[in-house]
């Protein structure tokens, strides 16, 4: 192996951390540091994941806020 080579990071990306970072993210107040920490961390499809839920999530509190408000 020649010194260039280096081993490739493995991506341990844990599914909280995902959420974490989407969480963060819908906020956005995340600091760039801690974004770029993250990002090296998480496994896109997890990202992918929670964020579509996260947004049917919000998406569907939005729906139930607007009906509860229209039917008082």
């Known amino acids: 192996m020649s010194e260039l080579e280096s081993p490739a990071p ?3 990306g ?3 951390r995902s ?3 989407v969480a963060w993210s819908f ?3 995340r600091s760039k540091q801690g974004y ?3 990002l090296a961390k998480v496994n896109p499809l997890h990202v992918m994941l929670v964020g579509v839920i ?3 999530l919000l998406v569907g ?5 607007v009906n509860w408000v229209v039917a008082k």
């Not at 509190?61 to 806020?65: A, V």
């Open 36 to 38: 770029q920490q993250d």
């Open 10 to 12: 493995a991506q341990s």
């Open 54 to 56: 996260a947004a049917l």
């Open 61 to 65: 509190f939005l729906i139930g806020l």
């Open 14 to 16: 844990s599914f909280v």
């Open 27 to 29: 906020l956005g107040i």
């Open 19 to 21: 959420i974490k970072l």
